[in-house]
């Protein structure tokens, strides 16, 4: 379960980070990355999957990079993912600035 917290603390892009604590959240997702590349490609899949990566951008990207580390790729793809939802999340966010008079 520690694993699940730390992986949900790096891919939490809500908070406001600076440009080094970005590049340190890439580092580790990315030795993270590699990690379950070797030793648990099943929980790399559901990860994967619970973050909704697309499996067809991802079979894209490596089938256009295949010279490129595919952590790297993958590491990309969450980061992206993760910012895609932050951007719905904001564009879809309930208005709070109704009248007092107008709320139910």
């Excluded at 499996?55 to 910012?83: F, S, V, Y």
Aim: hydrophobic share 40%.
């Amino acid at each position: 379960m520690e694993e699940n917290e730390h992986i949900e603390q790096l891919l939490d892009l809500n908070r406001q980070l600076t440009a080094i604590q970005k590049a340190e959240m890439k580092e580790h997702l990315l030795l993270y990355m590699n990690h379950l590349l070797v030793h648990d490609f099943n929980k790399l899949i559901q990860l994967l999957y619970r973050v909704d990566v697309s499996e067809q951008k991802l079979k894209e990207l490596l089938a256009a990079n295949p010279q490129t580390d595919t952590a790297i790729l993958i590491t990309e793809l969450l980061i992206q993912r993760q910012e895609e939802k932050i951007k719905a999340k904001e564009t879809f966010k309930p208005d709070n600035d109704i009248p007092e008079e107008d709320k139910w």
